[in-house]
Each structure stands twice: as C-alpha cells, then as structure tokens.
C-alpha cells in the first residue's frame, strides 16, 4: 500500500486538534467507530439497555471471533473486561496458582503487572535478558529446566520504550518444560502479530484505534477446565472464561471495538504492522540528529514506540507539556513506575522520565520535523 492508503486512514478519523503521537496511550479511532459507539448508546436511550444489546448479538459475536482469531484462540476463550490490566487480575484471580507461587518476568516488565502480581502475594523473579532487554532464551530453557517458576508473564512489546519480546519463542520454550505463559499484549495487538500464549490480555484503545474501557483475556482450551470461576446460576450456560466478564459492561464500547477490529483486519495486518515498523524506525532516525536527546536503549528490537532520554538537563516532564500547550504535539512522560525493574541503576538505565513518542500508520514527513523542531527548542 503507498502514502496514500495511511493518509485515508487519516481522513477516515475526527480532524485532530493536535499532532497525535500518543498511540501507545489511546489510538484515534475513526468516525465509523466513534458512530458505532454512539448510535448504540442512543439505542439503549429509546429501546433499552438490554434490548439494544440483544440487537447487536450478531455483531457482538462477530467482533469477539474476530478478536479471538487476534489472540489466537476461538470465541469461547475470550472474555471482555475495561481494561487490559483488570483482564490481568481476572486472570491471576482465576488461575490455580498456589500462594507464594513464582512468576517470571523480564526487568522491563510493565509496573501496574508486578503490582498485581505482588498485592496477590506472588513472587516476582526476574529472567535473564541481553544488554538490549530482551529475554535471553538459551539461558531462558536452562532456568525452567533446573529451577522452573510456576508461570511466565511476558510484556511483548514494552509501553516505556517499545521493546519487542520473542514472546512466539517463549511460549514455544515454555512448552517445552511445561511452564503456562501469559502474555500481555496491550502494546501488541494492532501493532504486532500477538504470540498465542497459554493466556493473553489486551486492550481495545492503543493501536486497534477502539473505545476506552474495553479489554480482552484469552486462554487457552487447555487450561479453561481449571479456572476458578464464579458461575452464576443466571449465565449457567455460558463457557468457563466468559464468567469472568463483569455482569455489566461498555456494551457500545464493545460495538465500537467490532468496528475498528474490521477496520484493521480490513487493512490488513501485517500491512499495518509493517508500516508501524517503519513509523518507529523513522522516529529514531529523524531524533537521533538531536542535540539533547537519545534514544533509549538504542538497537533494541522495537516497534513503533520511542523512548527518548533528556542528555542536556532537560525536565522530561515540562518538554512535554511544553510540546502539547507551545507547539501541539501529544507525547508521553514515562515515569520509572512504568517498568520499575528496569529503569534502575542496577540495569544500567537512568532513573529519570523518558519521553514518550508513538506515531500511529499516517505519520508524515512534515510531522517528523515538526517533532525535531519543537525537540530542538527546548
């Protein structure tokens, strides 16, 4: 596909007030979505709320085989909830872990994960990675065959500085021994082929372009017998994982989700995925010529997401808002909270802001220099 493609993709969306490179935060969903959302909620206004839901069953059903397909399971594997990260208390909360049980995460593992982890009372152990932070996968099967965690959560692509994880390898690993990986693919779904793990959970809002306050859990056939599941009498029927769906929900989100999943499957995948390689590669090209500014852990495996290290005193935090009210460009101030582990001393990372950059397919060459100007200024 040319420019021409990205650039309807644009036309297809709300004309933005700002120059959004914030993808990795909330994606721009386009018209067709935002019409799904809405011409649903006014369903519920004049025909009822459970009535408008019982309408939109077929596609309901359609966006959640689609989303399977996404996560790489069927439609009875796959559970809606807010967020990603209530998806990943849903499922620590159901897995037959025992307490104390140990979880193996690499250092750039996203922070809100490691504090689910630990308020259930898990023990979080780091893995061993290269000097880009990806896990190191020899060293990877000589841990699980001598001293196995009870699971593996893999972080596939980092939402601080876009690391990508081999997360297929892992779970191919992981396998091997016998120890389930899950996979987090908030950063991934939309943005790169999602690696089927023993169980997934994503979002609708960052690079599929869906609604806020809807996220998904997959897992696996295998494992579905052993959840712990409240079933309620009311939905008796139902698969095991859709239990874990709250009983009330963003339905209209839901809806919207159907859309823009059409909208990229429409596109095609690796087509987007492809050209969100590219956004990313020429962020890093275009900034790299910056005084003041470096990229993150430059030569990691990444996609479209930028982290950015201040190198002249900047204070990361006012760049950006100074980007968003001076100049009207949306970016992100990563905080350490957002991978603990690894913005420490101890692996070699500064602990100070990164800032964010996180163009989505109809970043334009304008746009770039714009970027490195108002970079520049500061």
């Not at 959560?153 to 390898?169: K, S, T, Y």
């Not at 950006?320 to 905080?335: N, P």
């Not at 500064?350 to 996180?358: E, I």
Request: aromatic content about 4%.
């Amino acid at each position: 596909m040319t420019a021409q493609t990205w650039t309807r993709w644009q036309r297809e969306r709300p004309r933005p007030t700002v120059l959004h490179l914030d993808a990795a935060a909330a994606g721009r969903s386009s018209s067709a979505t935002l019409a799904a959302v809405a011409d649903h909620a006014l369903l519920e206004s004049v025909a009822g709320g459970y009535v408008a839901e019982d309408r939109a069953h077929a596609p309901l059903e359609q966006m959640r085989r689609d989303v399977a397909g996404l996560m790489g399971t069927d439609a009875d594997g796959v559970a809606f909830l807010e967020s990603a990260t209530a998806a990943l208390e849903a499922l620590v909360d159901a897995w037959p872990l025992r307490a104390g049980a140990r979880v193996g995460v690499a250092a750039a593992e996203w922070g809100p994960n490691l504090e689910i982890l630990v308020q259930r009372g898990l023990v979080v152990e780091e893995l061993m990675v290269d000097d880009h932070g990806v896990l190191d996968l020899a060293a990877l099967a000589v841990r699980l065959r001598d001293a196995p965690p009870d699971v593996l959560l893999v972080d596939q692509v980092a939402a601080h500085r876009g690391l990508v994880q081999p997360a297929a390898a892992v779970v191919t690993v992981g396998r091997q021994f016998g120890v389930p990986v899950w996979i987090d693919a908030a950063q991934a779904l939309g943005h790169v082929p999602v690696a089927a793990g023993d169980a997934v959970v994503g979002t609708s809002r960052k690079w599929l372009t869906g609604p806020r306050g809807v996220g998904m859990l997959a897992v696996a056939e295998e494992h579905r017998a052993t959840l712990r599941v409240r079933r309620a009498a009311k939905h008796a029927d139902l698969p095991a994982v859709r239990h874990l769906e709250a009983s009330e929900a963003h339905i209209a989100g839901r809806v919207g989700l159907g859309v823009a999943v059409r909208e990229y499957l429409a596109l095609g995948p690796d087509l987007v995925h492809a050209r969100l390689d590219e956004v990313g590669r020429l962020v890093r090209e275009a900034v790299q010529t910056l005084d003041g500014w470096v990229v993150a852990r430059p030569g990691a495996p990444a996609g479209a997401i930028t982290g950015l290290l201040a190198t002249a005193g900047q204070d990361v935090v006012r760049t950006r808002d100074r980007l968003l009210h001076a100049h009207g460009i949306l970016t992100t101030v990563c905080l350490p909270w957002r991978a603990p582990l690894e913005m420490s001393a101890a692996h070699g990372v500064p602990q100070a802001p990164v800032l964010r950059v996180s163009p989505h397919v109809d970043l334009a060459a304008d746009d770039l220099e714009r970027l490195c100007r108002a970079l520049a200024a500061d």
